[in-house]
């Protein structure tokens, strides 16, 4: 089993959360360990905590 981080940009969760969806079902389906980083915000910012 591999694990995964998934990156769903803000731009695809708005304009195609379908997509979203199907990447992680596929994922799973496929045996992978999916791990969705909360912490990341749109283009890859991480959000600091001062």
């Known amino acids: ?9 803000c731009f695809i ?3 195609y959360p379908e997509a979203s ?3 992680l079902n596929l994922l799973e389906k ?7 980083l909360e912490n990341v ?7 600091r905590k001062n």
């Open 41 to 47: 915000l749109c283009a890859g910012q991480r959000l």
């Open 1 to 9: 089993m591999f694990k995964v981080s998934l990156f769903i940009p």
């Open 30 to 36: 496929v045996g992978c360990d999916v791990v969705f």
């Open 21 to 23: 969806k199907a990447s």
């Open 13 to 15: 969760d708005q304009l």
